[in-house]
């Protein structure tokens, strides 16, 4: 990180001399889009999509295992409309069709394919479809996990839904001919839950593979009787999306530094700011393995606590600092101290002002408070004032709280 700021600050003190002045530089300096480095949300008009799916459902009841594999698989299909949000989430609504074959124990049932029967007769084949409107919340896997990129070939987007779905059956006049698929009476719930392989073609195509669960809740005779009541179905779907525009994200600009023609004089600079904090890191390190030096008396304050530019939060390492502070206050429980709020009266209006005084002042005192330092001990106040008072440039300096020993 240290290597990456050096490398930036001598980028703009070369190019600075190479120019005639800072406005040629800046005039040199270019921006592009960096999706690293964060993703804008698009406008509620912008990625939505269309997809039309074809594939295959495999019927899951507690009966169907005594018909043969081969012979429990129906067509299904899919059309829905839907939009991401963002990168990650979306969402898409449609209609779903499920063909579903299946046996059931008696010819009372709907969906029973007269004189097909399994198992010398004991289980009568049947065959339905499912139709109706479904939902699903979608989360981009590879984008969440691996982070946005315009041009990936493949994304793997999970979803979970929910819908309801309309049951169509066989239907037989009185001379026992079939007269076609017709609903019946009787609609059922669906839960869902799969994953969407999408390959990108282009910006506006993408084809997908689509590998799904649906958990059905039960389905009825015609006397409203209930059977097969744990069941669902496995699917896989070839698809097909449309993307309309805007297709991308918008990315955050940043400036791109241009290429200075000869970088000797930079890679010197670096080298020596290098040993320069390799210095710095030595001295550090040996001021740190000094001794403490004890402090018999200090006309100053106990401490300064500072904060942020229209901050009265503590952050958690001043909460350290008063912390450590409380402890010094209940080891002397005879003494009194007085704490003082500031804020820099060059920014904000009065009144915000008057506001980060009293808050930071009153978070102080609370927290020495909870600490286990007597609330008697301690005077909190404020100072309209600066507590520098070093000028506009210094103004950091004039947002804190100050804790002194009460005269």
């Known amino acids: 990180m240290k290597k990456a700021t050096l490398i930036a600050c001598a980028c703009a003190l070369f190019m600075g001399a190479q120019a005639a002045g800072a406005q040629e530089v800046a005039q040199e300096l270019t921006y592009q889009p960096d999706p690293s480095q964060g993703v804008l949300l698009n406008g509620m008009k912008d990625n939505w999509f269309i997809t039309l799916e074809g594939g295959a459902s495999f019927y899951l009841a507690d009966k169907s295992v005594h018909r043969d594999v081969a012979d429990r698989f129906m067509p299904a299909a899919s059309i829905y409309g839907g939009k991401w949000f963002s990168p990650v989430f979306g969402g898409r609504f449609g209609v779903n069709y499920l063909g579903l074959k299946g046996l ?23 065959k339905y479809a499912e139709i109706g409107p479904v939902f699903d919340l979608m989360i981009n896997l590879t ?36 007269e076609g698929f017709k609903h019946v009476e009787n609609e059922i719930m669906t839960l869902r839950v799969g994953l969407i392989n999408y390959f990108r073609i282009s910006k506006q195509m993408q084809l997908s593979l689509d590998l799904r669960f649906s958990g059905l809740d039960g389905l009825q005779n015609c006397g409203g009787a209930r059977w097969n009541e744990k069941y669902g179905s ?62 018999v008396e200090n006309n100053g304050p106990l401490a300064t606590v500072y904060y942020p530019i229209g901050v009265s939060r503590l952050s958690r390492e001043n909460q ?55 609330e008697s001990q301690l005077n909190a106040t404020t100072n309209n004032g600066n507590l520098s008072d070093l000028g506009e440039k210094c103004v950091a300096l004039d947002r804190a709280v100050t804790i002194e020993e009460a005269k």
């Not at 600009?253 to 030595?282: G, Q, S, T, W």
């Open 234 to 295: 496995i699917q896989a779907y070839l698809g097909f999306t449309y993307n309309f525009k805007k297709r991308d994200w918008t990315a955050p600009m940043v400036p791109v530094c241009p290429e200075p023609e000869n970088c000797d004089a930079l890679r010197a600079r670096l080298a020596a700011a290098d040993a320069r904090i390799a210095d710095l890191e030595a001295q550090l390190k040996e001021c740190l393995n000094r001794p403490v030096e004890t402090v």
């Open 104 to 126: 059931a124990t008696g010819p009372e049932y709907f969906g029973v394919l007269r004189g097909e029967t399994v198992d010398g007769g004991k289980y009568y084949k049947t």
């Open 320 to 374: 350290r600092v008063v912390k450590a502070i409380a402890y010094v206050m209940t080891q002397n429980p005879d003494k009194k101290y007085t704490l003082t709020g500031w804020a820099d009266n060059y920014t904000g209006t009065d009144k915000i002002n008057m506001r980060l005084r009293e808050n930071r002042v009153n978070g102080v005192k609370n927290l020495l408070v909870k600490n286990g330092v007597a």
């Open 143 to 178: 984008n969440w996990w691996c982070g946005y990129k315009p041009n990936r070939v493949y994304n793997a987007v999970g979803y979970v839904g929910a819908g309801a779905y309309f049951t169509l059956t066989n239907q037989y006049n009185e001379q026992g001919k079939s």
